[in-house]
Nanobody, 126 residues
Framework: QLQFVESGGGLVQPGDSLRLSCVAS????????ITWFRQAPGKEYEGVSC????????YYADSVKGRFTASRDNAKNTAYLQMDSLKPDDTAVYHC???????????????????WGKGTLVTVSS
């Protein structure tokens, strides 16, 4: 079964950090570009970051640029999202997906399958 298992979410205060993990199951993560995306309560899915397959080029949404860092460890079949300086607007369920759609250097959700895993909830609140 091809899927991702996301973890690492939690309840944190504004300004705190979290590192999310996304373990691939049933396929080699290193063979694909990987998107991190999120869904805030009552909102549409939003692309957060993309790691390209070919050279690990990174792309970020403007809302997280400079605060979030995506990476991957192909030997562990795992992708990571380091999130620093968290804000209440970052509250969402975070997911991974195979594939990237980049428009003007920004990761978008067009053509991205959203049901790879259950996601992990990040809540930023004081």
């Amino acid at each position: 079964q091809l899927q991702f298992v996301e973890s690492g979410g939690g309840l944190v205060q504004p300004g705190d950090s979290l590192r999310l993990s996304c373990v691939a199951s049933g396929f080699n993560l290193g063979d694909y570009p990987i998107t991190w995306f999120r869904q805030a309560p009552g909102k549409e899915y939003e692309g957060v970051s993309c790691i390209s397959k070919s050279d690990d080029t990174l792309y970020y949404a403007d809302s997280v640029k400079g605060r979030f860092t995506a990476s991957r460890d192909n030997a562990k079949n795992t992708a990571y999202l380091q999130m620093d300086s968290l804000k209440p607007d970052d509250t969402a369920v975070y997911h991974c997906a195979v594939g990237c759609t980049i428009v003007n250097g920004i990761p978008k959700m067009g053509g991205i399958q959203t049901d790879w895993g259950k996601g992990t909830l990040v809540t930023v609140s004081s």
